[in-house]
């Protein structure tokens, strides 16, 4: 939080020294680096109570992952109880654009978009020669991630169908 100079740490047992600390709640915010002025608090909403998973941008983060579940409130650092975006899978890639979710990356596409498409999946079938992992976790080096926030991901991936082409593929696939 606050440029990386405070954290929020959750309570995971009440013994003298937590008890000591001033406030009261499930969560500790404290200064950084360290463990500085420790204050006791529900600075967390609820559904967060238990933690959540920081996305590529690390200021934003989903809380309560669910396998069956695939769409996300997103919360800012600054500011960890107030909602301020939805994401399609638990990683958020970039707010409202891409995410990441048990190995599969999510796009929204975009209404300006020449295309009937709302949201795709992509997931890749490397066959059985070949074993691939992929991991929810992104991790990129500082200064890839710097730049990053101009990257337009969708020039990584297949084009998008254009509405023609996706009706003449539908009727094609009917008849």
Known sequence: MKNKTKAISKIYNDNDYVNS???SGEQII?????FKNPERGNYLSEECKSGGAFGLNSSLFTCSYDSNKLEYNVYESNNPNKI???SLG????????????????????????????SRVMYKYDFGDEYESFVYDDLYLPISALEKFEGVNLSEYFPELPSKERYEDTWIDLLY
């Open 84 to 86: 301020i975006g939805k």
């Open 21 to 23: 600390i001033q406030g």
């Open 90 to 117: 638990f990683r958020v890639i970039e707010l409202g654009k891409w995410a990441m979710q048990d190995g599969e990356i999510y796009r929204i596409v975009n209404k300006s978009e020449d295309t009937p498409l």
């Open 30 to 34: 404290y200064d950084m680096p360290g």
